[in-house]
């Protein structure tokens, strides 16, 4: 496992890091970062910089699975959807806990599940606030909200 920062504890649940301290076949090389992917027809090997020595190595290597972080990239939204104290973007029922006045022009109806302080704005996948961070959950969101653009159309 790779990690590009000086620690797992840093962006990672307590529980993820001690279940990767406590298993022996998964080794921790951190601060270390990808530089190259090589191969002829697949995957052969992978190019690894140590950010600490800056001393490149080639490993064989078969599979690379990606995780890039956990925070959101919800700058661009510049507060015209309401994101909790994290930058993710509320959406549901989380909208009238948020401590927030509701949207101009908000409907006389509590929002869609995956509906945002803007009505007909929705949102799916890892950006929500307490979703559930799987690419399968963010496939069935998008798919879920597909219905309630269609649900939300009809009613204007």
């Known amino acids: 496992m790779l990690v590009r920062g000086d620690s797992l504890e840093a962006g990672m649940s307590r529980y993820l890091v001690d279940e990767i301290q406590r298993t022996p ?17 697949r995957l ?6 140590d950010n600490v020595t800056e001393v490149a190595t080639e490993d064989a290597s078969r599979f690379v699975f990606t995780f890039i ?3 959101p990239r919800t700058d661009w939204v510049g507060g015209v959807v309401d994101c909790d104290e994290h930058g993710f973007v ?8 948020s401590g927030k006045p509701a949207a101009s022009g908000a409907p ?13 704005v929705f949102a799916a996948g890892d950006v929500r606030a307490r979703s559930i961070k799987r690419v399968a959950s963010g496939v069935g ?8 653009i269609h649900r939300y ?3 204007v």
Do not use: C, F, K, W
């Not at 969101?141 to 309630?148: F, P």
């Open 44 to 49: 052969e090997h992978i190019t690894l910089m």
């Open 69 to 71: 972080g956990a925070r």
């Open 108 to 120: 006389d109806r509590d929002p869609y599940l995956l509906e945002t302080s803007v009505p007909g």
């Open 141 to 148: 969101e998008g798919a879920m909200t597909v219905a309630l």
């Open 90 to 97: 509320l959406t549901g029922s989380d909208l009238p806990h």
């Open 25 to 41: 076949n998964i080794e921790v090389r951190l601060s270390t970062r990808v530089l190259a992917l090589g191969g002829d027809q």
């Open 153 to 155: 159309r009809s009613a």
